[in-house]
C-alpha cells in the first residue's frame, strides 16, 4: 500500500487542500483511494460527505476518533494532518507515511514557521534514514509578488527535501473543493495551468525519489 502524508504545523497552508486533491487524483485514475483524516476539525470528510454519488468512490477514515480501521483492501492512503503539530505528535505522525509533502505559502509568518519546522521534520531518524522522504510545495503563489520570490528562493535553499512545484492561488481549488471534488474532476479546459502545476508532484510521487530507499 502507497502511503501519502501532507504535514505541515502552519494552519491554512493547504494540506487539506492537497490532500483532498491528491485524492481524488488517484480516484480518478482507478486506485482504491483512503483518505485519512487526522484533523477534528475534519475538513477532509467534510469534502467527502460533499461528494457526489456517481464519482469515483474514496474510502473516508476518520482518524480523529480512536480505534480507527484502515482497510487493507486499498492502493493507497492519504493522510490529511492537523495544524500545530509538534515534539512527540509531530513524530508519532512521522511513523505513517512513505511520502511527505508539505505545502507553504508566501507569507513572512508562514516562511518564518516553515524554517524549524522542515528542520525537525528532516531530523526525524525515519527521514534521515529516507525510510520516510519528504518534498515541498510553494502554495496559493502569485508570481509577480516579491513574497513568492523571497519563498521560492528560500524553498530552493533546503537541502534534503526537493521543491517540486508552485501551486497558484486561484478559486479553481475552492469550486472543486465545494461540490466534494478536485480539480482533476473539473473541465480540463478551465484549470489547465493547474493540472500543469500538479504534474511534477505526481511525478515526484511516482518516482522512486519518494519511496523509502530499501522498500
Ligand atoms: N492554491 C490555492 N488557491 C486558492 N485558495 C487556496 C489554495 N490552497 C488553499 N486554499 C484555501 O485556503 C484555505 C486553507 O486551505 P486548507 O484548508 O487546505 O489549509 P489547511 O492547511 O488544511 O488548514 P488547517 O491547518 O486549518 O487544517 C481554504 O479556504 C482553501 O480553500
Ligand atoms: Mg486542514
Redesign the pocket.
Known sequence: MRSIMVL?S?????????ATNLASYYASQGKRVALVDF?P?S?SMEWLAARPSGRKSIIGVDASQQNFRISRNIDIAIY?T??AVHGKALNAYLRRPQSIII?ILPSPMDMRAATPFIQKVLANGRVARKECRVALVA??CRENTNVYHQLSEFLKKVRKAPFISV?????N??KA?DRGLGIFELAPYLVRRDLDQWQPIIHWLNSKRSQPVNA
Open positions: 505541515n502552519k494552519g491554512g497552508s493547504g494540506k487539506s487542500t492537497l484533523d476539525q475538513s490529511d492537523p495544524a505545502p502554495n496559493r501551486l497558484r492561488e486561484t478559486q481549488y475552492n473543493a
